[in-house]
């Protein structure tokens, strides 16, 4: 099984920076697509970002656009999102995803527990 740990979540002020990080671990990957989602109360979860394995390919929700930057470290399984000038509308619990294929006949499409993100304005 794969299993995901995000870390980096907190209380910050509007205009604020976040950081976070998701490490995947229980098996190897041949190839994956890692991503962030959030879901705000009373809202159904949205996508946020992802980044190919190559890292050559990233995408963005408009929202974030100009504001939020993945990364990613293929050797260390790791996922980042760089969040600048946060705004309360961010306030949200933060998911990470990884869909991957481990095997020429095994594919895999994981989440983690998700991390909690607050911006006060």
């Known amino acids: 099984q794969v299993q995901l740990v995000e870390s980096g979540g907190g209380l910050v002020q509007a205009g604020g920076s976040l950081k976070l990080s998701c490490v995947a671990s229980g098996r190897t990957f041949v190839s994956h697509r890692m991503g962030w989602f959030r879901q705000a109360p009373g809202k159904e979860r949205e996508f946020v970002a992802s980044i190919s394995w190559s890292g050559s390919i990233t995408s963005y929700a408009d929202s974030v656009k100009g504001r939020f930057t993945i990364s990613g470290d293929n050797a260390k399984n790791t996922v980042y999102l760089q969040m600048n000038s946060l705004k309360p509308e961010d306030t949200a619990v933060y998911y990470c995803?990884?869909?991957?294929?481990?095997?020429?006949?095994?594919?895999?499409?994981?989440w983690g527990q998700g991390t909690q993100v607050t911006v006060s304005s």
């Open positions: 995803n990884v869909e991957g294929r481990l095997s020429p006949i095994q594919t895999t499409n994981s």
